[in-house]
Structures are given as structure tokens and as C-alpha cells.
Nanobody
Framework: QVQLVESGGGLVQAGASLRLSCTASGRLLSFGWFRQAPGKEREFVAAINWIGGETNIADSVKGRFTVSRDNARNTVYLQMNSLKPEDTAVYSC?????????????????WGQGTQVTVSS
């Protein structure tokens, strides 16, 4: 069973940066980051395949967020720059075993527990 453990969330002011990490217990996984704000549906943020050469970033965060991975550490990162109050949400890491850059949450097989990101104005 694959386990995903996220870290790096917190409370920051608008304009600040945060880096989220997600470490997996399994290998050959493609990852996605999703977020869910109170009262809103879960939203796709970013995806990266297991080779690491292809990524997909949601339009809502493109130019501010990047996704990367360190296969030696089995860890994927979400670098979030120029954070805005509307980025406030619980951010979750998810994984699956295909090469696809999936943007739909239901297509992911494994999920982390989520980490809170709060951006104050």
C-alpha cells in the first residue's frame, strides 16, 4: 500500500512563498496536487509524471506555482510563490501508477492527509 505524507503548509502573508513536500512509500508514481477551500469543490493544481519530464499546471496558478520531483527521495514538491489570499486551502498530494498527467481527482488511487495553507492579506 502506497502512503503519501505531506509537509510544508502554514500561515503566510500575501506575496510570500511556501514549498510543499509529499514523500511516497512507493515508486514509479505520477503525482498530482489538489486543493480545497472551505465551501468549495476540490481543485486541480498541478501534476507531474513519474519520469518528471512533463508537468501540468492549472491556469489559476500558472506563473506562480511549479511542481518538481526528486526520484531519489521519492518526493514531489509544490513551490508556491506570490501567494494570494485566494490560495488559502487544504492542499493534498495524490498519486497513481500511469504516465498520464491527470487533472481529475477520482483518477488518483492514493492520497495524503492534506496540509493547510493559509494566506493572510
Amino acid at each position: 500500500q502506497v502512503q503519501l505524507v505531506e509537509s510544508g503548509g502554514g500561515l503566510v502573508q500575501a506575496g510570500a512563498s511556501l514549498r510543499l513536500s509529499c514523500t511516497a512509500s512507493g515508486r514509479l508514481l505520477s503525482f498530482g496536487w489538489f486543493r480545497q477551500a472551505p465551501g468549495k469543490e476540490r481543485e486541480f493544481v498541478a501534476a507531474i509524471n513519474w519520469i518528471g519530464g512533463e508537468t501540468n499546471i492549472a491556469d489559476s496558478v500558472k506563473g506562480r506555482f511549479t511542481v518538481s520531483r526528486d526520484n531519489a527521495r521519492n518526493t514531489v514538491y509544490l513551490q508556491m510563490n506570490s501567494l494570494k489570499p485566494e490560495d488559502t486551502a487544504v492542499y493534498s498530494c495524490a498519486a497513481h501508477r500511469s504516465m498520464e498527467l491527470r487533472t481529475t481527482a477520482t483518477l488518483y488511487n492514493y492520497w495524503g492527509q492534506g496540509t493547510q495553507v493559509t494566506v493572510s492579506s
